[in-house]
T-cell receptor, first 114, second 110 residues
């Protein structure tokens, strides 16, 4: 399995500000993803973080709002820009392991926007 | 549009019974199927994955896959109150993006 460390684990932010979430994986992974989980809902894929190039975004998510970096194989960041209360959610980093292809999740970052 | 469907529940079973969780998917090209457990306030935890038609057993858990019917299920034998959680079905195409179902909330009653 892979251990995925995410920080911050939670934050309370003001409308209009931006927050960057960091994700570090402890083992070899092929792909890294960022998901959002709104209260009582399932997981929605925001984007695939590509090493050294622009992330691949899902429908409804754009780079200006959710810029993502992945400078190396095991580290990625997600920024939530110009936040509004609608961005209040749990943001989850995940990674697919090289060896088994299983998808593991970090502990999540619970974001509250006032 | 790839879709994964699950009954939202809650599914209530008495302690010691078998809990049966079901999932259907729309994309016939799907190759990998995963079950995750998510406790309230926690992130999803991988329980099992299955690639081939038939059954796969791991302890009290059995995953069943029927690609012809586009159906995957998870059986939990001897259910315990600690099994109470939301169970998410996920489907992957060529090991790429994972599509998650809405989850089924399971409640095991002591």
């Amino acid at each position: 399995s892979a251990v995925i460390s995410q920080k911050p684990s939670r934050d309370i932010c003001q409308r209009g500000t931006s927050l960057t979430i960091q994700c570090q994986v402890d083992s070899q992974v092929t792909m890294m993803f960022w998901y959002r989980q709104q209260p009582g809902q399932s997981l929605t894929l925001i984007a695939t973080a590509n090493q050294g190039s622009e992330a691949t975004y899902e429908s409804g998510f754009v780079i200006d709002k959710f810029p993502i970096s992945r400078p190396n194989l095991t580290f990625s960041t997600l920024t939530v820009s110009n936040m509004s209360p609608e961005d209040s959610s749990i943001y989850l980093c995940s990674a697919k392991t090289t060896l088994t292809g299983e998808l593991f999740f970090g502990e999540g970052s619970r974001l509250t926007v006032l | 549009q790839k879709e994964v469907e699950q009954n939202s529940g809650p599914l209530s079973v008495p302690e010691g019974a078998i809990a049966s969780l079901n999932c259907t998917y729309s994309d016939r090209g799907s190759q990998s199927f995963f079950w995750y457990r998510q406790y309230s306030g926690k992130s999803p935890e991988l329980i099992m994955f299955i690639y081939s038609n038939g059954d796969k057993e791991d302890g009290r858990f059995t995953a069943q896959l029927n690609k012809a019917s586009q159906y995957v299920s998870l059986l939990i034998r001897d259910s315990q109150p600690s099994d109470s959680a939301t169970y998410l079905c996920a489907v992957a195409l060529y090991g790429q993006n994972f599509v998650f179902g809405p989850g089924t909330r399971l409640s095991v009653l002591p």
